[in-house]
């Protein structure tokens, strides 16, 4: 690692950007009453006794005289999915509040729905630091609602999640390392993935003892399923998932579960020999797109509505395919083309990921 003395705000930024943090929006209110709000991740606690916290706004910032005015403020630490949340309130405009649901917390301050927590403060400090002035606020009441938090690094959103992802994995089955780390790069990409695909649910899986397995769910504001948990095993002929591994992993790893899921199949989906037919054109198809795809899959006990799918193979540096991205909608909001935008993004994003493990 080689020190640079003389360095540009641009590099001391991407310095600065590798401090991975959460992502908050911290809101006012003025003396005529209107309210304000800002993104900001300059949030930290400062003492636990006093309750003490910090966060420094730009002297350029539209609101900075209505902060700098006010004695109270809010500090909203963002959960993972409001990542709109946190786009709206990084744009300088009046009225940010017209349209987003929120209440009244200590000294009329705006309080958000929907984040992680919030401590709602009085404002003891100010201090000038640069372009940017630092307040100190005592903490006067907390929230916490037991989502999870929004992480914010190297200029991008992130997804945090603990540490303890290997022995979850090493029990679903992959114990190979390289598949770990390929998890975490995978995960790490899925909320700005989601975020491109629109409101779609999103899925990571890996090749478990029983099959296709999911190991994260990247959830929609318009969710499938009120059942996807990880370890949740699919249908190796009939999910798009289950297709995907299908196709792009050696037949001798599959065979004996395509075997076993199309006779489980047959009571209630036709003949064997039928079901056989229609996977394997699935198949063809799969492997001439690179892509797999399940079609108008009726309500289950697993989903409540018929959904769309499509699954797109993460491959390693040798080729072998190591996860599965799979996007599932309500079918009258995801399309069966090949060549829409949705699939296309999602082979696009899992082909990223596959360049991104092959360099890892
Ligand atoms: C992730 C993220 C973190 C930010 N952190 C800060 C911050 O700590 N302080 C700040 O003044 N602006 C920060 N900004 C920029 C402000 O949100 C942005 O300038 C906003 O327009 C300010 O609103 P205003 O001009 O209405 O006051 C951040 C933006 C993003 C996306």
Redesign the pocket.
Same mark, same amino acid.
């Given at each position: 690692m080689e020190a640079i003395a003389a360095f540009e705000a641009r590099q001391l930024r991407d310095v600065l950007g590798t401090f991975v943090t959460g992502?908050t929006v911290i809101t006012t209110r003025d003396s005529s009453g209107v309210a304000?709000?800002?993104?900001? *991740?300059? @949030?930290s606690s400062v003492s636990l006794d006093p309750p003490l916290v910090l966060?420094?706004?730009?002297l350029s910032?539209?609101?900075?005289g209505a902060f700098h005015d006010s004695e109270h403020f809010a500090v909203h630490i963002l959960a993972d999915d409001q990542i709109e949340v946190? *786009?709206h @309130?990084?744009?300088?405009?009046d009225n940010?509040f017209s349209g987003v649901p929120h209440g009244r917390g200590i000294g009329d301050v705006p309080l958000l729905e929907g984040a992680a927590a919030h401590l709602e403060c009085v404002k003891v400090a100010e201090y000038p630091g640069g372009d940017?002035v630092v307040y100190v606020g005592r903490v006067e009441r907390i929230a916490q609602s037991g989502r999870r938090a929004l992480a914010?690094g190297g200029g991008k959103y992130m997804v945090a999640y603990s540490h303890d992802l290997g022995p979850t994995a090493l029990r679903l089955g992959t114990s190979k390392p390289t598949d770990l780390r390929a998890i975490q790069l995978a995960t790490n990409a899925l909320p700005v993935i989601s975020t491109q695909l629109g409101e779609h649910t999103l899925c990571l899986a890996v090749w478990g003892n029983h099959g296709p397995t999911a190991v994260h769910w990247e959830p929609s504001k318009q969710p499938v399923s009120d059942q996807l948990r990880p370890g949740l095993v699919m249908s190796i002929t009939r999910s798009a998932t289950g297709r995907a591994f299908a196709a792009f992993l050696p037949d001798e790893m599959t065979k004996h579960l395509i075997d076993e899921d199309l006779q489980v199949s047959t009571a209630t989906l036709g003949s064997i020999a039928g079901r056989r037919a229609e996977f394997d054109a699935s198949m063809v198809e799969t492997r001439s797109h690179g892509l797999a795809r399940a079609i108008g899959s009726t309500p289950s006990a697993i989903h409540q509505i018929a959904v769309n799918a499509f699954s797109a193979p993460i491959k390693d540096a040798e080729g072998q395919m190591v996860m599965a991205l799979s996007v599932t909608s309500d079918a009258a909001r995801l399309g069966s083309d090949w060549d829409a935008a949705v699939p296309r993004a999602l082979a696009l994003a899992a082909a990223e990921i596959s360049a991104q493990i092959s360099c890892a």
């Open positions: 992502v304000h709000g800002v993104t900001a *991740n300059s @949030f966060w420094s706004q730009s910032s539209r609101s900075y946190s *786009n @309130f990084a744009k300088s405009r940010k940017h914010f």
